[in-house]
């Protein structure tokens, strides 16, 4: 069992800043691959980036790509998602994930059904 808790989500004005963590308990954790989702409401759940253990592969939607960053701190079994130049549109319920198979597709974990634990959410709201 791994049991992920997130936390750091609140209100920002468009062009702030904001780090969600997400602290894992249970397995081990440095052996997963991490990733973050969000989701809005009526909406299916969207993939905004994800890291393999050591961190030696990431990957971005392109709707993030250079303005969130990924990270983890493996001796403190947290992840991190470091959101920059927030906009409007990323207003949502933010997610981390792990996936403890290490399988995906080519492309990379970017479904959810590749993940089997997931957080319980937390709130970014980016409003004027």
């Known amino acids: 069992q791994v049991q992920l808790v997130e936390s750091g989500g609140g209100l920002v004005q468009p062009g702030g800043s904001l780090r969600l963590s997400c602290a894992a308990s249970?397995?081990?954790?440095?052996?997963?691959?991490m990733g973050w989702f969000r989701q809005a409401p009526g909406k299916d759940r969207e993939f905004v980036a994800a890291?393999?253990?050591?961190?030696?592969?990431?990957w971005y939607a392109d709707s993030v790509k250079g303005r969130f960053t990924i990270s983890r701190d493996n001796a403190k079994n947290t992840e991190y998602l470091q959101m920059n130049s927030l906009k409007l549109e990323d207003t949502d319920v933010y997610y981390c994930a792990a996936n403890t198979l290490g399988r995906y597709a080519g492309s990379g974990p970017r479904s959810e059904y590749e993940y089997q634990y997931w957080g319980q959410g937390t709130q970014v709201t980016v409003s004027s």
């Open positions: 249970g397995r081990t954790f440095s052996r997963h691959i």
């Open positions: 890291s393999t253990w050591g961190s030696e592969i990431i």
